[in-house]
């Protein structure tokens, strides 16, 4: 019973990056703007939230300045996918790589030559419960970006803009405008879950996202591009995680099995095997109105 | 060119916040890529593999496949060329070398051909498709490197090292430790080969076509599907053997997690050059010598070798944005929507 309820509330701890950086690949995809810049905005993420909460000796300011953080990291990448209307899988790459060599590279910079430091008991957030208040505000973004895509009218242009940019464009939604906000908001939702990490751990350590910006834009697909979906995803990407390391030892099952399932089921789930993820209809094309107004 | 002197811009400006003096450190960084034999060799050895793996983007790219699993199938095949590099009793070093490049190059091929079918035979994307396989191939030769089967006893999950046979002889004559080796000739005939391959072949030209309009090619009597998945075969091969110069030239078995950056290295790379084989050449060459200069800089001055890492980052960044800046210059564009 001991090992059932650790287990339960481990897979909700390893979930919550999941949640946030998933949250905000929804608003990139959904408008209509690829990001798999998700892992260095987490990077970017983790990196300013635990250096701002090292020096202030506040956790919560070092929230803000990750989520600040983040959506800055966001608007580069809508000013070159949107303004500039640069390849949208280019300037991912050129994210995270921007995300793993600056962090490394500040991080030496403040922490005297230093690829890691560790965080004080007075830098860190307090529990609510048995969870980080993290946790509560990451499924609770979910929560409210399902309910904002689904019930709002906002939400409504969102997807629309993301499925049919000409048709929303008629109807006067300002496509660009929109996508704007989709994006800046998925950087900060992963700059958030990236602040998750050394805020629950203690430390920041060089590529510590060590991949979840990627597993969150799986668990994005594998949730059928749903906030929903993807909470869902990330809840089961998290009980491989927390499985795995519940196991490691115990079993003989390899830990790589658990490791590799997020990856595998997103090939297949992409592949229409079970259940097809069918991605937004205008997803990865910039949007120009054929003819600006002479 | 002009995202190289922003890049170098940007460069300058945080040296000079780290309180450096950013002509110093461009000393620093010329000395150690190419002041001495030494440091040209060093050079020249991390080019090796970013030739290579430039060529694998670039290939792909032609056919209008972004595959950015570049490191995920010189991971396969870097363990595939320490498998038999290991455990195949084969006298000949010849043979025992070109059978270690070409299985690694076929097991890279395969690889890649995954995403390749998925993109050609269900249309799923093939960036996520690659990425995935990525991870899926750093996790499963994770799993075989530690099976007793392949572990050298110890802590370290690596392999046992390959045998002599399956050297690439390291050039030598160059520098008495360098670890370039003849795989730098096996990379400068691949550039040859996939420039000939894309401008005198038939399947090159296929390759071209696919990607500038896969409509058109399908009603010329193109198969898309056979030629998306060839592209991305051939990327994967060229990837896979730049696996393979790793083992069998530079660390002679194979470890996990393996050394990192040279398939993302490989998209800076095919960027910069415009997918131009010989231009990928001269782009590889330079970025191998911000590699070596780096190393050099992190040693001798306060600013870390990723600051290299940034470098490339900001040059696809611009060299992004500078395609569109061209291509906002007036021009007939015929639609296909």
Redesign the interface.
């Known amino acids: 019973m001991v090992i059932v309820v650790s287990l339960a509330l481990a897979t909700i701890r390893k979930s919550v990056p999941l949640v946030f950086a998933s949250t905000g690949g929804f608003f990139s995809e959904r408008s209509g703007v690829?990001n798999?810049g998700l892992e260095g905005m987490m990077l970017f993420g983790a990196f300013s939230g635990a250096i701002i909460a090292f020096f202030s000796h506040n956790a919560w300011l070092g929230v803000l300045a990750a989520a600040c953080v983040g959506g800055l990291i966001g608007c580069l990448h809508a000013f070159?996918t949107i303004v500039?209307?640069?390849?949208q899988?280019?300037?991912g790459?050129?994210?995270?790589?921007?995300g793993?060599?600056?962090t490394?590279?500040l991080c030496?910079?403040f922490i005297h030559?230093e690829r890691s430091f560790s965080l004080g008991s007075q830098d860190r957030l307090t529990s609510l419960g048995p969870f980080l208040p993290l946790t509560y505000i990451a499924f609770g973004l979910a929560l409210g970006a399902a309910l904002f895509c689904y019930r709002t009218v906002p939400g409504l242009r969102l997807r629309a803009v993301g499925e049919h940019p000409r048709a929303a464009d008629t109807q006067g939604v300002k496509v660009n405008r929109i996508r704007f906000f989709g994006v800046v908001a998925s950087g900060v939702c992963a700059g958030l879950g990236g602040a998750y990490l050394p805020l629950f751990s203690g430390s920041f350590a060089k590529n510590m996202t060590a991949?979840q910006g990627?597993i969150a834009?799986?668990a994005l697909?594998f949730g059928k591009w749903n906030p929903i979906g993807a909470v869902a995803a990330s809840l089961l990407f998290g009980f491989a995680d927390a499985l795995q390391e519940t196991l490691q030892g115990r079993a003989h099952l390899?830990a790589?099995?658990l490791?590799?399932l997020p990856?595998?089921v997103?090939?297949i789930a992409?592949?229409?095997v079970i259940g097809r993820s069918i991605?937004p209809g205008a997803i990865g094309k910039p949007y120009e109105r054929e003819k600006p107004e002479a | 060119m002009l995202s190289l002197l922003l890049a170098g811009l940007v460069a300058t400006v945080v040296i000079a916040l780290l309180g450096e003096n950013p002509l110093h450190v461009a000393s620093v960084m010329l000395s150690g890529s190419m002041g001495s034999l030494r440091s040209l060799a060093n050079t020249l050895e991390e080019a090796t593999p970013l030739i290579l793996t430039g060529l694998c983007v670039a290939v792909g790219m032609r056919s209008g496949l972004f595959n950015i699993g570049g490191e995920g199938q010189l991971v396969v095949g870097a363990f595939v060329a320490a498998w038999l590099g290991t455990k195949l009793p084969i006298a000949n070093p010849t043979v025992h070398v070109l059978i270690c490049v070409l299985a690694a190059g076929v097991a890279g091929a395969m690889w890649a051909m995954i995403a390749g079918v998925l993109r050609a035979r269900f249309g799923a994307h093939e960036v996520i498709n690659t990425i995935m396989l990525n991870y899926v191939a750093f996790i499963s030769t994770n799993y075989l490197v530690n099976l007793p089967y392949f572990k050298k006893p110890g802590q370290i999950p690596q392999t046992f090292d390959v045998a002599a046979t399956a050297y690439l002889p390291r050039l030598t004559f160059l520098y008495k430790y360098t670890r370039l080796n003849a795989g730098l000739f096996i990379a400068l005939a691949a550039v040859v080969v996939v420039w000939v391959l894309l401008a005198r072949t038939r399947l090159g030209f296929e390759i071209r076509t696919v990607g500038l309009n896969p409509l058109a090619s399908r009603y010329a009597g193109i198969s898309v599907v056979r030629t998306m998945i060839l592209a991305m075969g051939i990327g994967g091969f060229l990837a896979g053997v730049a696996g393979a110069e790793r083992v069998l030239g530079v660390h002679k078995h194979f470890i996990s997690p393996f050394p990192f950056g040279y398939g993302f290295g490989g998209i800076a790379v095919a960027l910069l050059a415009r997918n131009n084989p010989f231009g990928i050449l001269i782009t590889a060459i330079f970025f191998g010598a911000l590699a070596s200069g780096g190393a050099q800089v992190d040693m001798v001055t306060n600013v870390p070798r990723e600051l290299v890492t940034v470098i490339q980052a900001v040059i696809i960044l611009f060299v992004a944005c500078e395609y569109l800046i061209r291509r906002s210059k007036p021009k007939e564009v015929c639609s296909s929507e």
């Open positions: 690829i798999i070159v500039l209307r640069a390849n899988i280019i300037s790459v050129a994210i995270n790589m921007l793993a060599g600056t490394v590279f030496q910079v030559g991949g990627f834009l799986a697909i390899p790589q099995a490791q590799v990856y595998v997103t090939m992409l592949a229409g991605p």
